[in-house]
């Protein structure tokens, strides 16, 4: 990759799981009932056809891994675990009240934070409130996120009884060095461990967390943690691009120094060497930071077109109303956005209060559901087309101008009316995204927001 590329592209931008973008968000406009008849009619339009879509976020953790940038509470106390599951009830409870019919899940996953911080028990609990009064939608995707060093046998066992297929282990990098600077020490027999029961227990999909330019991390390191993944064989693996967000309070990443960090070009190479060995041992780059092996699904939805995107990243199949339970969760009507209090005790209050605990939103106008459309197929297809609803595009000369200039440095093909990424605009599908972004283009932020996009 020529450096003068990466440094022209290597900005500050969005990660695009919505459009608009959080930041970018017009509370102004937004009310709790706007969102609750958003939600209403979403949840009439899709129930029925598609199901609907379940994020619970489970925010507690033992320890702080300095580099994270979730919302998460650090504790020992696992007292928490029962009051928290009697909210995440509580609060799904409203929702069902609004939908006045059996809802049909089509996928949950279990977020956060750490979901195996809580005792497998607890989690019974909690999936069985949920499917109290609610069904399983057919060809339900349930998957939840576990961590090596503290996921059981019992956790697996009790979670793939209650019908999830599908766990991605927090990995990062197998480096000492870089273990500790994250304060996540992770020996690579626990993820063996945790990866081979999975499997026996008949997980299909195993998924595993890896992240590129963490302090101290150099090329041997990408190496080695690339071909100690390989050697577990996981089905997805999710190669993240380290996203340094110290301005956003309590995500600990001030544990290490900045100049540790690999910049620019050597971060890049990290990225660029891993993709090469995982493509060479048979996956394939699927979206942005994602790779999968052809049996993994999340490869056949790639290969057809069906892959989307949303608050919880990738996902093999789309539906038009994802609600997200739990503290800072998101949620999405499809016409709407709204996010639940950040802090713990905000939600809770919220809760005690009989009030869903959503503290601001955003009502999609018709340009924004225009360029969420063309956001979303670059994201999923690396390509996007326009057509006469929408071929306004051809008269907003800084979309075209910007993208002009990426076809100059090679970056996308423009046809007569789509464009398509091509295998060197890959590393800058962000910033492809951001040609499109007006309301990023009509008021640069005033301050740090975003991380670097390469
Ligand atoms: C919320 S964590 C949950 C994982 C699980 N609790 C664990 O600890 O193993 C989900 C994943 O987000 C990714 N992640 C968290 N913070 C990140 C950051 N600042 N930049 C890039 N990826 C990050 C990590 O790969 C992490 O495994």
């Known amino acids: 990759m020529e450096s003068s590329i990466l440094q022209k592209y290597n900005v500050p931008g969005p990660r695009y799981t919505s459009y608009p973008t959080v930041p970018y968000w017009d509370n102004s406009g937004f009310t709790e009932g706007l969102w609750q008849d958003s939600v209403v009619q979403s949840f009439g339009e899709s129930n029925a056809t598609q199901g609907i879509s379940l994020y619970i976020h489970l925010p507690f953790c033992e320890s702080m891994c300095t580099f994270c940038g979730c919302n998460k509470r650090i504790t020992k106390n696992h007292a928490v675990e029962a009051a928290y599951i009697s909210a995440i009830l509580k609060e799904w409870a409203m929702y069902r009240d609004l939908f006045r019919q059996r809802p049909r899940i089509k996928e949950l996953h279990l977020g956060g934070g750490t979901p195996t911080f809580f005792s497998p028990e607890n ?65 690579f027999e626990n993820v063996a461990k945790v990866t081979l029961m999975a499997r026996e227990i008949g997980y299909t999909s195993i998924s595993h967390d890896l992240v590129f330019g963490l302090p101290y991390q150099t090329v041997e390191n990408i190496v080695d943690t690339i071909e100690k993944t390989n050697a577990l064989r996981p089905d997805r693996i999710s190669f993240y691009s380290y996203a340094h967000v110290p301005w956003i309070k309590g995500t600990g990443q001030r544990g ?91 939600y809770y209050h919220r809760i005690e209060q009989n009030e869903l605990p959503v503290f601001r939103g955003h009502i999609l106008n018709d340009e924004d559901l225009i360029i969420r459309k063309h956001i979303l197929n670059l994201m999923c297809r690396f390509t996007t087309s326009w057509d006469n609803d929408d071929d306004y595009f051809n008269e907003l000369p800084e979309v075209l101008w910007d993208l002009r200039e990426m076809e100059r440095d090679g970056l996308l093909a423009i046809e007569d009316t789509f464009i398509e990424v091509t295998e060197k605009g890959l590393p800058f599908v962000r910033n492809i995204c951001m040609a499109f972004d007006l309301r990023l283009k009509r008021k640069a932020p005033e301050t740090k927001l975003f991380s670097m996009t390469i």
Not at 145 to 155: D, I, L, S, V
Not at 314 to 328: D, E, F, K, N
Request: a negative charge; charged letters at 25%; proline letters at 3%.
């Open 123 to 187: 989690l019974e609990k909690l999936v069985k409130g949920i499917f109290e009064l609610a069904d399983a939608a057919p060809g339900y995707e349930f998957s939840f996120e576990g961590h090596p060093n503290n996921t059981t046998r019992e956790h697996l066992q009790t979670l793939y009884d209650l019908g999830f297929r599908r766990v991605s282990f927090g990995v990062q990098d197998y480096s000492e060095t870089v273990q500790k600077a994250i304060n996540r020490i992770q020996p």
């Open 256 to 346: 290490f120094d900045d100049t540790s960090l690999p910049k620019d070009n050597e971060k890049r190479r990290l990225y660029e060497i891993g993709k090469k060995i995982l493509c060479d041992k048979g996956y394939h780059e699927i979206g942005m930071d994602h790779f999968a092996l052809e049996s993994d699904s999340m490869y056949t939805s790639f290969k057809n077109g069906t892959l989307h995107r949303n608050f919880m990243g990738y996902s093999s199949s789309a539906t038009q109303l994802m609600i997200g339970l739990g503290v800072s969760s998101i949620s999405d009507s499809w016409y709407s956005f709204a996010q639940n209090e950040k802090t713990l005790e905000d």
